[in-house]
């Protein structure tokens, strides 16, 4: 079926010899970010970062499942971080 996740099959992250997750599969796709959040679901260790959170709340937002937030403060990001949003 089209849109849904199996968590039958989760991803293995690359470890170090210590057991911790390697710097390399931390911050693959989030070098750019000036923030990075690290995340743990029962299945996964990862690390989000700002800029995607926030096209996940532009989305959302766009969506109808969350509040609108003012336009400004849209432009304000766009402009800080240099973002098409």
């Not at 039958?8 to 931390?26: F, L, W, Y």
């Not at 690290?38 to 690390?47: G, I």
Request: with cysteine; proline share 6%.
């Amino acid at each position: 079926m089209l849109g849904t996740v199996s968590m039958d099959n989760p991803a293995i992250p690359v470890r170090d010899a210590s057991g911790q997750i390697s710097a390399e599969e931390k911050f693959a796709d989030c070098c750019a970010d000036p923030l990075l959040f690290a995340m743990r679901d029962n299945y996964h260790e990862f690390v989000m970062g700002l800029f995607t959170i926030l096209q996940c709340l532009r989305l959302a937002e766009k969506e109808g499942h969350v509040p609108s937030l003012p336009e400004g403060w849209w432009v304000q990001l766009a402009i800080r971080y240099n973002l098409k949003l």
